[in-house]
T-cell receptor
């Protein structure tokens, strides 16, 4: 069974540009999460989808970040316009169910560098 | 989330058991304890989780004290590839809205020495 996949693995962009990250969850997992780790900081929750609906977006830092999950399958996270402080590693995770007893499985992450 | 406390770093000799402690004194009765690890810059990897009873899988064992205020992750025969940051996480009550957010904290940097 394929795990969570993320694309691209690395992205280098200039300040002010737009970047879109993609996450493909494990097949059949209705719950999808985005996390990120900025330099020197801890991994932080961004948001949680249940199918195509945003269940919890309390961790989204500002309105430059837009997450979508059209059709309830893969998800995209767009950063527009990117700022220097957005550099870090963005992780996606998925789980079968939506309670805290359902294990979240993580993808390899996308390393974003904003110059 | 119930707050967890872990030592910042530990060393372990290759082939020996690695015992990683975690305190979660504010845990409530329905909250699970999860362990993840992050090897270098890879994505966090799920290891094991438990509620009350001790658990074992192919990767590790989890020992939870009777009062559930602390737990220990045991890697029975540590290898160099087990060098990673280990996170003890209590996601929260199963039926609360914020229960799905995993709070990673700083974790324990385990270094397995040859």
């Amino acid at each position: 069974e394929a795990g969570v996949t993320q694309f691209p693995s690395h992205s280098v962009i200039e300040k002010g540009q737009t970047v879109t990250l993609r996450c493909d969850p494990i097949s059949g997992h209705d719950n999808l999460y985005w996390y990120r780790r900025v330099m020197g900081k801890e991994i932080k929750f961004l948001l949680h989808f249940v199918k195509e609906s945003k269940q919890d977006e309390s961790g989204m830092p500002n309105n430059r970040f837009l997450a979508e999950r059209t059709g309830g399958t893969y998800s995209t996270l767009k950063v527009q316009p990117a700022e220097l402080e957005d550099s870090g590693v963005y992780f996606c995770a998925s789980s079968l169910g939506g309670t805290s007893t359902d294990t979240q499985y993580f993808g390899p992450g996308t390393r974003l560098t904003v110059l | 989330d119930a707050k967890t406390t872990q030592p910042p770093s530990m060393d372990c000799a290759e082939g020996r058991a690695a015992n990683l402690p975690c305190n979660h004194s504010t845990i409530s009765g329905n909250e699970y304890v999860y362990w993840y690890r992050q090897i270098h810059s890879q994505g966090p990897q799920y290891i094991i989780h438990g509620l009350k009873n001790n658990e074992t899988n192919e990767m590790a064992s989890l020992i939870i004290t009777e009062d559930r205020k602390s737990s220990t992750l045991i890697l029975p025969h540590a290898t160099l590839r087990d060098t990673a940051v280990y996170y003890c996480i209590v996601p929260g009550h199963p039926f609360t809205g914020s229960a799905r957010q995993l709070t990673f904290g700083s974790g324990t940097q385990l270094t397995v020495l040859p």
